[in-house]
């Protein structure tokens, strides 16, 4: 009876179970038709850009990858491995280590997602940026990931651009060294047994300061590129030149004992003597210091080398002004066409009305140098302003900026700072009306005073003024003229009379009756 009622409940549930199956299959149809349709859809979604589309099935090793991934390098379809592509020839040899850690981390749970770029070769044997991103899709009962799809994107101008962005960082925008933030980047990288041993060269270059306030900026920046140039020229490609700040300079030499250090600095000592094209000499003070060990912190080696450098810089320094004050003075006189006699004939006579004055030595002393130097700010001025028989307004304010010019550079310079006041004042006038600070009367410097009358004499007898050269009695003259608003009074009768004095005894005698 039991078994007559279980035939009819199956017999009753057999078009149930019929339609829950033909159900079932029209849902696998369905879902297969869908996941093609999403899968052609994808393929047309990459299509036009430079995506490829991957599916690896870890346990067999094989990897499916859509036309995408062979036209984005280029290549034809078919022909890139079914395999990983670190098991390739396509990818850089130095991207292997790390596409490799990537992929191993994300797999065992260490790291969230999977994401590495690398390089990869194109049809043109170009290296090619790429950027892998994958995601795990199905594991097994353990766990264990069994299949990870993902997508390749080519990133190459990207990157590109990145980099150049970091070259940027790393650059100094003035002569085209590295900048002191890749010298810290270097030093950590090479901070390795294979570098050793490992010397720093520290470098001060001399006279930028006083470049940039003589000369301009202008002339300062060429001189940082001439120093670089020198610097490029005597050191090997693989070592670091940096502009370490301002006018100093550092250089990593990898693999390099410091005898050999020393016969770079020797080099590039000589290379500067060979320059002639710049304004300031070249000249640079440097030092050394060698890391032999790695229990040598790199640190200290660089504070070493420092310290070396400002050893020497302080050793050279009085040749180091001496050559850049022989510079600006060569600079000064070819500024004027007989610019050595002007100066000579300017202190002659300078000196001459100081002995009249009873001026001490120390005095005499510096009223020679500032003869020869009290101009010194038209190295700055431009010849046509210089030069010039009249001025228009805006070029006589260019002109007059030569005293404060003048004023900056004595300041910066130990063997012309006692004349930087009367540099500043050789142009003010006795009734206050001069400049640059319009003092008048015995508030001018005295040996400023003096300047004054001997350069205004010596421009009006030679060919300085628009009424061309003037005798020595006319230029006397026109001198007296100006007693009393632009010259000390006292100061011209007394150069009078020393002026007349010396055409009295240079006048022939007459012969005897």
Not at 74 to 80: C, D, K, S
Not at 316 to 332: H, P, Q, R
Not at 431 to 436: A, L, R, V
Request: charged share 25%; proline share 4%; aromatic share 6%.
């Amino acid at each position: 009876m039991l078994s007559v009622q279980l035939k009819d409940v199956l017999i009753w549930l057999w078009p149930v179970w019929a339609c829950i199956t033909g159900y079932l299959l029209w849902r696998v149809a369905r879902l297969k038709r869908d996941m093609k349709a999403s899968n052609h859809h994808l393929e047309l979604a990459l299509a036009g850009t430079k995506v490829g589309f991957w599916d690896w099935s870890v346990d067999s090793d094989r990897v499916i990858r859509n036309r995408g991934y062979a036209k984005l390098l280029g290549l034809a379809e078919g022909t890139v491995t079914d395999h990983l592509i670190i098991e390739s020839q396509l990818i850089h040899p130095e991207d292997i280590p790390r596409l490799k850690t990537g992929l191993e981390e994300y797999l065992a749970g260490t790291r969230d997602s999977y994401e590495v770029a690398y390089r990869l070769m194109d049809s043109s044997g170009q290296w090619r940026w790429v950027l892998d991103r994958g995601v795990i899709v199905e594991r097994d009962s353990n766990n264990r990931p069994l299949r990870i799809i993902g997508i390749t994107v080519d990133i190459h101008d990207q990157k590109v651009t990145e980099f150049r962005l970091q070259e940027l960082s790393y650059t100094d925008p003035v002569t085209g060294l590295y900048n002191r933030t890749y010298f810290n980047k270097a030093v950590q990288e090479l901070d390795r047994a294979d570098a050793l041993p490992l010397s720093i060269i520290m470098g001060d270059l001399n006279g930028l300061k006083l470049t940039n306030d003589t000369f301009g900026h202008a002339a300062g920046d060429d001189l940082l590129i001439a120093m670089a140039d020198v610097l490029r020229a005597n050191c090997r490609k693989t070592d670091i030149i940096t502009r370490w700040g301002g006018d100093e300079f550092a250089i990593i030499l990898p693999n390099t004992g410091e005898q050999e250090a020393l016969a770079v600095c020797d080099r590039i000592r000589a290379a500067c003597e060979g320059i002639h094209d710049q304004p300031i000499r070249l000249s640079i003070a440097l030092g050394v210091a060698t890391r032999r060990t790695l229990a040598e912190p790199l640190r200290e080696i660089v504070r070493s080398a420092e310290a070396w450098m400002y050893q020497h810089k302080l050793a050279e320094s009085d040749d180091a002004m001496n050559t850049l004050v022989a510079s600006i003075k060569e600079v000064l006189d070819a500024k004027y066409e007989d610019g050595l006699e002007r100066g000579a004939r300017q202190e002659k006579l300078a000196l001459r009305l100081g002995r009249a004055l009873g001026l001490r030595s120390r005095e005499l002393e510096e009223l020679a140098l500032l003869a020869r130097m009290h101009d010194v700010g038209h190295v700055m001025t431009p010849e046509e302003v210089l030069q010039a028989d009249t001025r228009s307004f805006e070029d006589e304010q260019i002109f007059r900026q030569h005293v404060e010019s003048g004023y900056r550079v004595a300041r910066a310079i130990p063997q012309l700072r006692p004349i930087a006041e009367t540099i500043l004042a050789h142009h003010e006038h006795w009734d206050g009306s001069g400049y640059p600070r319009g003092l008048a009367g015995t508030d001018i410097p005295l040996n400023a005073r003096i300047i004054a009358i001997v350069d205004a004499f010596d421009n009006l007898v030679q060919e300085f003024t628009e009424l061309g050269p003037l005798s020595r009695a006319e230029a006397l003259k026109e001198i007296a003229r100006h007693a009393g608003t632009k010259f000390d009074p006292r100061l011209v009768a007394v150069f009078t009379e020393l002026m007349e004095e010396n055409a009295h005894q240079k006048r022939p005698q007459s012969p005897a009756v």
